[in-house]
């Protein structure tokens, strides 16, 4: 499967981004998805997780209360909406895909996106 995500921008503390993930190639509800983030200097973290159906979800702790992951295997697309953003929020996000469960650990993950970049200003 190949990963497309996008999304990403510019926006002050406090503003809302929706990131979206389009998969191609395969069929969309073999898999489970993922976003991760980088931020400089820093080591690739979980954010959030889905599994195929989209009745679990799964959110790293910077994540919790502010993000909400969706997926709509018909579109083959999996949404994250990003509120109530902070300065610590800016990274380049990945979306990543695997056929199991979701995972936090970014090794478990086969299918990459090529990331898209978020910049919350203060």
Not at 23 to 50: C, H, L, P, Q
């Amino acid at each position: 499967v190949q990963l497309q995500a996008s999304g990403g921008g510019l926006v002050q503390a406090g503003g809302s981004l929706r990131l979206s993930c389009a998969a191609s190639g395969d069929r969309f509800n073999r898999y489970a998805v993922a976003w991760f983030r980088r931020s400089t200097g820093k080591e690739r973290e979980f954010v959030s997780a889905i599994n195929w159906s989209g009745a679990s979800t799964y959110y790293g702790d910077p994540a919790k209360g502010r993000f909400r992951i969706s997926r709509d295997n018909a579109g083959n697309t999996v949404d994250l909406q990003m509120n109530s953003l902070k300065p610590e929020d800016s990274a380049v996000y990945y979306c990543a895909a695997r056929k199991a469960p979701p995972r936090e650990e970014d090794s478990f993950y086969d299918y990459w996106g090529q990331g898209t970049q978020v910049t919350v200003s203060s």
